[in-house]
């Protein structure tokens, strides 16, 4: 039984394949620019444990990059919310967040911020987007400053906190990734392409 060489019909069909890839990415491209283009604003605080007597470094870094697992889902929350807006005097534009139900202003103020904590540390990295540079860092600022003030109520007495790094904004936005988009874009269209041309010639 005769068989079609897979590279060979590839090669054959390489411009169609490469003019597929463009126009899914350039599409890709328009669909993301329709999305408001949101700047993200990083700031640093560490998680101080109090250790006591008789407990080793390592249990007390674990301590603290636990509570920090567990900041990273409390600044999601409503409480939280509450107490990054109090802070008016950041001049924080909290239009988007006034006069909507409140199911929508929770899954904008979860996409407005983000926690994570580095691996092994004590480090909590805080995140805030905004469509305006000075805000995410107005937001990331007020974040991070409602978790020295008051984030002794969510994880007790024994733990400090303190920033160690002010809150930085990117310099071009990041959401919509628009080069990733535009890349898995074209790698999807370009290899949707090569199935069916495959498919065509009874290769697959």
């Given at each position: 039984?005769?068989?079609?060489?897979?590279?060979?019909?590839l090669?054959?069909?390489s411009?169609?394949?490469?003019m597929?890839?463009v126009?899914?990415?350039?599409?890709?491209l328009?669909?993301?620019?329709l999305?408001?283009?949101?700047?993200?604003?990083?700031?640093?605080?560490?998680?101080i444990s109090?250790?006591r007597?008789?407990?080793?470094?390592?249990?007390?870094?674990?301590?603290?990059?636990?509570v920090?697992?567990?900041i990273?889902?409390?600044?999601?929350?409503?409480?939280?919310?509450?107490k990054?807006?109090?802070?008016?005097?950041?001049?924080?534009?909290?239009?988007r967040?006034?006069n909507?139900?409140?199911?929508?202003?929770r899954q904008r103020?979860?996409?407005?911020?983000?926690?994570?904590?580095?691996?092994?540390?004590?480090?909590l990295?805080?995140?805030?987007?905004h469509?305006?540079?000075?805000q995410?860092?107005?937001?990331?600022t007020?974040?991070?400053?409602a978790l020295v003030?008051?984030?002794w109520?969510y994880v007790?007495?024994?733990?400090?906190?303190?920033?160690?790094?002010d809150?930085?904004?990117?310099?071009?936005?990041?959401?919509?990734?628009?080069l990733?988009?535009?890349?898995?874009?074209?790698?999807?269209?370009?290899?949707?392409?090569?199935?069916?041309?495959?498919?065509?010639?009874?290769v697959l």
């Amino acid at each position: 039984m005769f068989h079609t060489n897979p590279a060979r019909v590839l090669k054959k069909r390489s411009k169609v394949i490469f003019m597929t890839g463009v126009i899914v990415a350039l599409v890709t491209l328009l669909i993301s620019l329709l999305f408001p283009l949101q700047y993200r604003a990083d700031a640093q605080v560490l998680i101080i444990s109090q250790s006591r007597y008789g407990v080793d470094p390592y249990t007390v870094v674990r301590s603290a990059e636990r509570v920090g697992q567990n900041i990273s889902q409390v600044v999601k929350t409503t409480d939280f919310f509450e107490k990054v807006v109090e802070q008016r005097q950041l001049g924080l534009d909290t239009s988007r967040f006034e006069n909507v139900p409140e199911l929508t202003r929770r899954q904008r103020w979860e996409k407005t911020i983000d926690a994570s904590v580095v691996f092994g540390t004590g480090v909590l990295n805080v995140s805030a987007y905004h469509t305006n540079q000075e805000q995410a860092r107005r937001y990331a600022t007020a974040a991070v400053t409602a978790l020295v003030e008051k984030g002794w109520e969510y994880v007790g007495g024994d733990v400090t906190i303190k920033v160690v790094n002010d809150a930085v904004v990117s310099k071009l936005p990041v959401r919509p990734n628009l080069l990733l988009n535009t890349v898995l874009g074209f790698l999807v269209g370009a290899a949707a392409m090569a199935a069916i041309s495959l498919r065509k010639k009874n290769v697959l």
